[in-house]
């Protein structure tokens, strides 16, 4: 029996610092939370495993970036061969959700494809300390045609579902490229092998 294929993605987190993103891959990959992470200084790479309902299975390798200024021309290398992006703010903080613009037209100035970008909203939990609403975090997926969560890392709210989400889309997009590069090669070898007759042509009416 052929074994099904394993998908490999890369998948960056973007965002300014402080705004969870350590906490939001962590809370994922091992379902735990600390107040006490360090910002991130660079990158860290972490990965995981997935397989679906359906047979589909793909890794994650999965870029934790740091938010702060001198590292963005960092993160806009790492943009270029990714597979799919997490942009997160603060619900807390209103310059990380200011911000947000600026890291949206980074990645898609960036993107050569149209990869899923997901906008995330997160630390839902801290209702009381909230200063962007739910609609207005909606609205801005919607203006740059990105897919919307809020999550928590505290509790664990719409993480799972956030990542598999992506991981799903993921897995839709590199399948739509095999295809698109399997008839490109097609169209290759057509065109190689209509070369290829011509010149056995060719040398037969030399000879």
Known sequence: MEKSKIYEAKIITLGDSMVGKTSLILRYLENTFSSNYLSTIGFDIKKKFIKFENGDKIKLIIHDTA????????????????????????ITNK???????NWIKCAKEE??????IYLVGNKSDLEEERMIKTEDG???AIQYGLKFYETS?????NVEKCFTDLAKEVINFLKKEEVKEN?????????NLKLNTKKEEKKKKCC
């Open 95 to 101: 310059q990380s959700f200011i911000n947000v613009e």
């Open 67 to 90: 938010g702060q200024e001198r590292f963005k021309s960092l993160s806009a290398n790492y943009i270029k061969k990714t597979n799919g992006i997490l942009i997160i703010y603060d």
């Open 111 to 116: 993107i050569t494809k149209e990869i899923p």
């Open 153 to 157: 890392c505290q509790n664990g709210n």
């Open 138 to 140: 909606d609205n801005i």
């Open 183 to 191: 008839k490109n090669n097609n169209k290759e070898r057509e065109k």
